[in-house]
């Protein structure tokens, strides 16, 4: 009989970033009345890992690696969800941080709905957002659903997870099985994330163990989804990103800003079943590599393609 739940925080975070409080986050899984069951914890970590503000903190002070152990999650399958999500969020810093410094010029808050965003087009569902202007978040809310139908704004979009591509001005059966948010990145989009084995972005005594942004900001990671239309992303620290697609080639860029400094890893999606004949940087040709994991480091250079 309680009110409330993942579908209220979803709304009133919809609402109170254009009614001026830019940062929103419900504890994660519900305050009262928890624990939550796991479905609901999982669909909860899952929406606010793609928003301004991931907290855990119920009533009851569960924890993700208490909340899922040896009897509930033998093969630590559930607790591997969360730290995707998690991480997720935390890389997704540059980006929403970006957004946060010219919300002080333009108003606009980092999750918008879609009635906002789009007003033309008539519909204002009330668990869908976009999360700054290219990443589109259609939680599932409903008990025991594994399917969501999505509307999409225009578009194309491409699913951030799957690679599969979408038209825009539709509404679209997705799946949506349990640990799978419906998350997908608009054509002509950049999103700038942090590297991948960050931790944390706060200072910390122990920079060997613990890998944080506040000790190196690190390469940059783009993720695109090149358009015909040239697309340029400026960095809250001054660093650009751009991205365009033109007859048979793909342009991507980079310059340094305050923070960045140290190159860029691009990730480019909706690329297609044949990979590149040829990959240039400077005029220079790269040499195709066996795993994108050797590209990691700042002195790394050369392309991976993967189907």
């Known amino acids: 009989g309680a009110v409330g739940g993942l579908p209220a925080a979803l709304i009133a975070g919809l609402t109170l970033g254009p009614s001026g409080f830019p940062f929103y986050g419900s504890d994660t899984g519900g305050y009262r009345h928890s624990p939550p069951d796991e ?8 929406s606010t890992a793609v928003s301004s503000v991931m907290q855990i903190g119920t009533s009851s002070n569960d924890v993700a690696w208490e909340f899922f152990n040896e009897s509930n999650d033998p093969d630590s399958e ?15 810093f540059p980006y929403a941080w970006t957004y946060a410094q010219t919300l002080l010029d333009d108003g606009r808050p980092l999750q918008r709905p879609l009635g ?11 668990d869908h957002f976009l999360f700054g202007d290219y990443l589109l978040v259609a939680p599932v809310v409903a008990e025991g659903q594994t399917t969501k139908t999505v509307q999409f704004t225009p ?44 931790d944390t972005t706060a200072p910390v005594d122990n920079p060997a163990e613990i890998d944080s942004y506040d000790s190196d900001p690190g390469v940059l990671y783009p993720v695109v989804y090149p358009s015909t239309d040239e697309t340029i ?10 991205a365009q697609e033109s007859n048979a080639s793909i342009e991507l860029g980079w310059t340094q800003g305050g923070e960045f400094k140290t190159g860029a ?4 999606l909706g690329f297609g079943d044949v990979p590149p004949a040829a990959v240039a940087m400077d005029g220079q040709p790269l040499d195709a590599v066996e795993s994108p994991q050797s590209l990691d480091g700042s002195d790394a250079i050369g392309w991976y393609y993967d189907s």
């Open 155 to 198: 578009g194309p979009w491409i699913d951030w997870f799957t690679g599969e591509i979408y038209e825009g001005n539709q509404s679209a059966d997705v799946q949506a099985p349990l640990g799978k948010l419906p998350l997908y990145l608009r054509k002509g989009g950049i999103v700038p994330l942090l590297r991948p084995t960050i």
């Open 116 to 126: 906002l965003a789009f007003p033309e087009m008539g519909v204002h569902p009330s």
């Open 39 to 46: 479905e609901t914890f999982i669909r909860w970590f899952e």
């Open 78 to 92: 559930k607790l591997g969800w969360y730290r995707t999500y998690t991480r997720l969020h935390l890389r997704l």
């Open 233 to 242: 992303f400026e960095l809250f620290d001054g660093s650009t990103v751009s």
């Open 265 to 268: 890893f691009f990730t480019v």
